[in-house]
């Protein structure tokens, strides 16, 4: 008979310990201050957006994004650990509190931000979906697809947008769907399929990654509208606004001609947006529940967007991205961030 | 079981120390226990969705799903609802769990026969078969199988032929499809009356045999009239088939059936892992007949192949059966790995995409468990059944 | 097969004897040699050209191989990230140490007479998870700390298997119990439990687990990926032992329980002093067997992000880099598992055939 009362208190125990500490509701900011880091959900490698090297050390324009945050919290860059989910895993990860933030080339669209119980804080990069083909079968433009076998990535918008793409043109297609893009690359080079469709800027990466890049070529078209960005659990305002305003400062500490190298220099500058971006005057700060040179120490140990640009997908870089349309306003982009004041 | 100890006391045994009573209390307790855990559980995860706006409810079924399948057993297109992903996903887990059992079930009966043959060569390289494919995980076997068989087969251009009707290249194997014409429906009604035809022979067989113990040759009889009757409607009814056969359209192959890379890397790999298991299974089965069963049967008179039917096979059944059943479930679940080679199975397509794009987690994921749930409790009934119709009828 | 113990006399047996009596003993079963020998003989030279002679194994990088055969030299240059994941190089001996100690612990047991090795294997089952426990994470004792996230490979790997098995024996003894009770609905509650866990592929559970689970739980109430995977697996694998155990508890003679309860015991020592410890030495060929199992089932955690060895190698061989390694990369993954579970499995065979001895009824 005592077995029964050790496995009831063994249940007890158990559901003790759901109980224990429901009346614990902190906000997103309390908690990642005491963790003492910022967990974030980046990709599981993916050049130029979020890749661990070998010692597991990432880099990327959405670890950069995860990075200026941890470091507008704690002033320390390096106060993050990173999560990498499959574009499958992603929403729940981020749903079930397991990361406070996603960083992770993820799309903005209405469902994602109204049913999901998601937000979306802002745009890091503006893409757009296209094709990346085998030489071999002679095709020039996406409208010749007809028929064509498709590797794709599960769990993404690229998965709906090519299916209305081929059923607007009239034509047929296969998918073929894997869980990660390092299949999706595994599969079009041993020829399962003719074409490999992606955000643009990945399909660069990922033509990078064949054994013979030259074999495939990226198709002219764009198929549709891809603004990435990092995204926040809906239900704490502040944790957004602190996620979606570190990103404008990087923004326009752009525009402004602040740089990780002049930051410290800024400080003295007279200029009223510089001061007020770098926290001298008027404590922007304290409203979002932040130390006052928050910006501060963003630009300086992360830098402002262009540097974040050039330095993970730039023209210099591997995937060699031009700016395009992720220029900023002022230079014919569209990139445009609501001021600090 | 401490009851007497307890009764001998004169006093009687004050309520605390009644075994009855303390498992009632334990049992109570137990319950209570669960339920609360099981309620907070639940109330933890409803207020959870609530405070982070995760819809939920079962509503999504019915919106648009907007995706493709490469392969589905029922009709599908992007314009249909999640709900239809979910059938797709299940038919599609079912028919490479069906063809892997079969296909295990045959090469694993071969291979475990082989294991005890008295070819020294034969029974050696079984045993290098089973020793090397059990002790190797099986999501790597289908890693290799996929990317390794893959790599080997020539472009949709080059595709190995034959006779102009059959494709192989890394796109799949395309064979011709049979296309059923007006008329086809008497070949099914002789197929019908075929089968009567032979159970009806069986009974009389056996009653033959009981009464006057001549043995009909029921089984060859049998095969001749399934064969038979069904072929001779086909051309009475002036051949009511066609076939589709595949052509080069474009980048790929139309029309016929379609085997896709992805299907047959996993049914290799599914029935060539559960082969090696079910190989040792046979083994054991058929060597836990005594001798003596196989003597006596000798000294009946039976030949070797009535030995092996009546006797041996019987009886190495009832062995085989319990440990059969768990690797025919093993096998069943093993098939969601095909998620990992994006062959469009429940876990891959229901609790990968369709999760993904409506973002509702514990609806899609109850749903799923609850369907490997019910394939597991179905497999085990039927074997059950299977094996009580087998075991030992103590009279 | 049994034999019996007297042998017949020993026949001269010359090759060519040997060959017919085994080989070519009918027509037909000379017919299956000859068919079998030619795969063998064709498939076998290839593959051993392949891996060995014309394979390249040293060298300094891609351009190194030739091309010819296996390019064994990608295997090499990995071979760190294989087995360590991202554990930093300067700390990797506490890793080796814990191998080590791994290896100290569980080779005697596969030496018949090595004195003590009972006490080994028990230091393996309860000192070693718990020197682990403050050797691989580190953050104590002033050892630097290594986040999980780091940790990855062939060690990764063995951990999860480890301690899966570790943790799931308690549970799974206790689960075994309920299932054997009288009380109904400790019976009812311990059955659904192992039908359920059972009936659920291990993909689904890790799903769970990884991204799911603090759903259910509390608010701030949040546990590591790793230690999320952990939990999956524990639950899973202890519906399994649960079963194997119940095997071992029914093959108990009734006349143990009833000498039990006869000399008066309650029910926690019957079962601990009576029952459970023949009943758990009975099935240590099972536990082994479902060890087995289970250590080839961690490979399912690479598809929820975790790098055990065989993410790892699934990681690399898309490195541009290297080109068309997979087949090296798969071989050496097989070989790492094979060389464990075929070693495993002949300890619980032998194991199994010394056991068998006592208990036949």
């Known amino acids: 008979m005592n077995k029964t009362k050790s496995i009831v208190l063994g249940m007890a125990l158990v559901s003790g310990a759901f109980a224990a500490s429901s009346a614990m509701a902190a906000t997103t900011l309390e908690n990642v201050k005491e963790k003492g880091h910022l967990q974030c959900g980046v990709t599981s490698g993916l050049p130029g957006f979020s890749q661990p090297d070998e010692k597991g050390n990432w880099t990327g324009i959405d670890v950069d994004t995860c990075r200026a945050v941890a470091a507008a919290v704690f002033g320390d860059p390096k106060a993050v650990e990173f999560t990498p989910l499959t574009a499958k895993e992603r929403f729940t990860a981020l749903q079930s509190g397991e990361i406070d933030m996603l960083s992770r080339n993820t799309t903005w669209t209405l469902t994602r931000d109204a049913s999901l119980g998601l937000n979306f804080a802002g745009v890091n990069y503006y893409d757009g979906q296209g094709f990346l083909i085998n030489k071999d079968i002679g095709v020039d433009d996406a409208t010749q697809l007809d028929g064509a076998t498709v590797c794709i990535q599960s769990g993404t918008t690229t998965e709906l947008n090519l299916s209305d793409y081929f059923r607007a043109k009239g034509m047929e297609f296969k998918p073929i769907v894997f ?163 | 079981m401490k009851k007497q100890t307890v009764d001998s006391k004169p006093a009687g045994p004050k309520p605390w120390y009644d075994p009855r009573v303390r498992s009632l209390f334990f049992q109570v307790v137990a319950i209570a226990a669960v339920f609360w855990a099981g309620w907070t559980l639940v109330e933890n995860t409803l207020s959870n969705m609530e405070s982070r706006g995760i819809s939920t409810g079962f509503g999504f079924l019915e919106e648009t799903a907007g995706f493709g399948i490469i392969m589905s057993l029922v009709p599908y297109d992007a314009t249909m609802s999640y709900g239809r992903t979910f059938w797709v996903g299940l038919t599609n887990t079912l028919l490479v769990s069906v063809m892997g059992i079969i296909a295990a079930t045959l090469l694993g009966f071969l291979i475990g026969v082989a294991r005890l043959s008295s070819n020294w060569l034969v029974a050696k390289v079984s045993l290098f078969y089973i020793e090397v494919i059990r002790n190797i995980p099986l999501l790597l076997q289908i890693f290799f199988w996929y990317f390794a068989v893959l790599g080997a087969l020539p472009s949709p251009r080059q595709s190995i032929e034959v006779g102009g009707t059959m494709f192989l290249n890394n796109r799949g194997l395309y064979v011709p499809e049979p296309l059923t014409q007006d008329g086809f429906g008497l070949v099914w009604g002789a197929l019908l009356v075929a089968i009567a035809a032979v159970v009806c022979i069986r009974i009389w067989a056996k009653k033959r045999q009981l009464a006057t113990g001549q043995i009909f040759p029921t089984f060859k009889v049998g095969v001749a009239i399934l064969v038979l009757l069904p072929v001779l409607a086909y051309f009475v009814a002036g051949s009511p088939l066609e076939w589709e056969v595949p052509a080069l359209k474009g980048f790929n192959f139309g029309g016929g059936i379609t085997i896709i890379p992805e299907l047959a890397a996993l049914w290799l790999a599914l ?8 190989a040792e299974i046979v083994r054991s089965g058929i060597l836990s007949v005594s001798k003596g069963q196989t003597e006596a049967s000798k000294a009946l008179g039976l030949s070797n192949g009535l030995t092996l039917r009546l006797v041996v096979i019987p009886q190495a059944m009832r062995v085989i059966i319990p440990p059969l059943t768990s690797q025919y479930l093993n096998l069943a679940k093993n098939s969601s790995l095909a998620t990992a080679i994006g062959y469009p199975d429940l876990v891959a397509v229901f609790m990968g995409t369709t999760l993904n794009q409506t973002g509702q987690a514990v609806e899609v994921v109850a749903i799923t468990m609850a369907v490997y749930l019910t394939i597991s409790l179905s497999i085990s009934l039927f074997m059950n059944i299977y094996n009580r119709a087998v075991a030992i009828k103590e009279r | 097969m049994t034999e019996s113990t007297m042998k017949p006399p020993k026949k001269a047996l010359t090759p060519v004897k040997w060959m017919r009596e085994h080989l070519f003993s009918t027509w037909y079963n000379a017919l299956l040699t000859v068919v079998v020998g030619y795969l063998v003989v064709t498939s076998v030279g290839p593959i051993l050209n392949w891996a060995l002679f014309d394979a390249d194994f040293l060298g300094a990088d891609a351009s190194d191989c030739s091309g010819a ?121 311990s059955v659904v439990f192992i039908e359920v866990w059972r009936a659920v592929p291990l993909i689904t559970v890790l799903f769970m687990a990884s991204v799911m689970l603090p759903l259910f739980l509390p608010e701030g109430m949040n546990f590591e990926k790793l230690m999320r995977a952990l939990i999956g697996i524990t639950l899973w694998q202890s519906a399994y032992m649960a079963e194997v155990i119940r095997g071992g508890l029914q093959a108990i003679p009734r006349g143990q329980y009833e000498a039990a309860d006869a000399l008066g015991l309650g029910y926690w020592r019957k079962m601990g002093l009576v029952v459970l410890p023949q009943a758990l030495k009975l099935v240590i060929p099972g536990i082994v067997n479902t060890f087995i199992a289970l250590f080839k089932d961690t490979t399912l955690v690479l598809i929820i992000g975790l790098f055990d060895v065989l993410g790892t190698v699934q990681s690399t061989v898309t490195d541009p880099a290297w080109q068309n390694v997979a087949v090296e990369g798969y071989v050496f993954v097989a070989f790492c598992f094979w060389i464990f579970c075929f070693g495993i499995s002949r300890y619980s065979q032998n194991l199994e055939r010394k056991l068998d001895t006592g208990h036949k009824t």
């Open chain 1, 179 to 341: 869980d990660t893009s390092e299949q999706t690359v595994q599969g079009f080079s041993a020829g399962r399929c003719d074409v490999l469709t992606s955000d643009r800027s990945q399909l660069a990466a990922l033509r990078s990654k064949l054994a013979d890049p030259e074999s495939a070529k990226i198709l002219p078209n764009t198929i549709s509208k891809e603004p990435l960005g990092p995204v926040v659990r809906q239900g704490d305002d502040q944790w957004f606004n602190i996620v979606k305003w570190v990103l404008s400062v990087q923004i326009n500490a752009e525009e402004l001609g602040v740089t990780s190298a002049n930051a410290d220099d800024m400080l003295k500058s007279d200029n009223p947006n510089i001061q007020r971006l770098l926290g001298t005057d008027g404590d922007m700060g304290a409203k979002l529940g932040l130390p006052a040179d928050f910006g501060h120490k963003v630009v300086k140990l992360v830098g402002n967007y262009g540097e974040m640009y050039d330095r993970n997908v730039g023209p210099d870089t591997p995937l060699g991205l031009d700016r395009g349309i992720n220029a900023l306003w002022t230079e014919g982009g569209i990139m445009y961030a609501p001021p600090v004041r």
């Open chain 2, 271 to 278: 029935s060539l892992y559960t082969a090696s298991f079910i």
């Open chain 3, 69 to 189: 055969g296996a390019c064994w030299l990608f295997i090499d240059q990995r071979l760190n990230f294989f087995i360590y994941g991202f554990y930093p190089d300067e700390l990797q001996w506490r890793v080796d140490l814990m191998f080590l100690l791994l290896a100290v612990a569980f080779v005697p047991q596969f030496i018949e007479r090595f004195p003590a090795r009972k006490w080994f294997g028990i230091f393996g089952m309860t000192g070693l998870p718990v020197i682990g426990y403050f050797l691989i994470p580190g953050g104590l004792f002033g050892l630097e700390a290594v986040e999980s996230t780091k940790w990855g490979g062939l060690m990764l790997t063995l951990i999860l298997a480890y301690i899966g098995i570790l943790a799931s024996l308690p549970i799974g003894i206790l689960l075994a119990l309920g299932r054997r009770s009288e009380m109904p609905i400790i019976r009812g509650l």
